[in-house]
């Protein structure tokens, strides 16, 4: 049975830094990706990383976001610098297996705010 299970979501000032984590058990995982989604809005996604490190990033988060994975302990990392009230949301994990499924974690609260 495929788990993901994330953390480091939390309240951080306007500027500051939080890594978020995303452990995965169960399954093999071929593509990982965060998604966010804040109050009133859509869910969308944030960045994906696939099985050989191929990256991709929202616009919006480009050059303040790293996305890594640690491939060995099935975890996915987010890395979020520069953080802006908008990025104010719900951050959710998404992997899909080799076989094709997808699957989402529960979601971790990230809150940009003075």
């Known amino acids: 049975q495929v788990q993901l299970v994330e953390s480091g979501g939390g309240l951080v000032q306007p500027g500051g830094s939080l890594r978020l984590s995303c452990a995965a058990s169960g399954g093999l995982f071929n593509t990982m990706g965060w998604y966010r989604q804040a109050p009133g809005k859509q869910r969308e996604l944030v960045s994906a990383?696939?099985?050989?490190?191929?990256?991709n990033y929202a616009d919006s988060v480009k050059g303040r976001f790293t996305i890594s994975r640690d491939n060995a302990k099935n975890t996915m990392y987010l890395q979020m610098n520069n953080l802006k009230p908008e990025d104010t949301a719900v951050y959710y994990c998404?992997?899909?297996?080799?076989?094709?499924?997808?699957?989402w974690g529960q979601g971790t609260q990230v809150t940009v705010s003075s």
């Open positions: 990383i696939s099985s050989d490190g191929s990256t």
């Open positions: 998404r992997t899909y297996t080799f076989l094709g499924s997808a699957y």
